[in-house]
């Protein structure tokens, strides 16, 4: 029960987060290929059971490569593709840097 709430907490903040980067692009039209990747975080997220497949790890890479993408979508990348049973400490920092971000949506406001 308390990975199930964890694991919805953190799909949450995750989608906050995707939508500031949306608003981002190109002036508040969304940028296909962000939104697709978004999706495809949250959805593997929303997947994981202990940590990501071989396949989610593939897909997470191939967001974090992706140098056309924001860099805090590739950050939260990297960071889904490290969870084994819970973040890791570097997924940790990561998340708190993204979060600490002016980018980042204010959570007040939401």
């Known amino acids: 029960m308390k990975i199930t709430l964890i694991r919805k907490l953190t799909a ?3 989608i906050a987060l995707f939508s ?4 981002a692009q190109g002036a508040g039209v969304a940028d296909e290929a962000t939104m697709n990747a978004g999706k495809q975080i949250v959805d593997i997220l ?9 396949a989610d790890k593939a897909a997470l890479a191939d967001i974090a490569g992706n140098d056309a993408l924001p860099e805090g979508l590739r950050n939260m990348a990297t960071a889904v593709s490290s969870i084994s049973h ?7 920092a990561m998340m708190a840097s993204i979060q600490a971000s ?6 007040r406001s939401c």
């Open 46 to 54: 929303a997947s994981i059971n202990h940590f990501p497949s071989d």
């Open 102 to 107: 002016d980018t980042a949506p204010d959570r």
């Open 12 to 14: 949450v903040a995750l």
């Open 86 to 92: 819970a973040a890791s400490a570097e997924a940790k």
């Open 20 to 23: 500031q980067f949306s608003l």
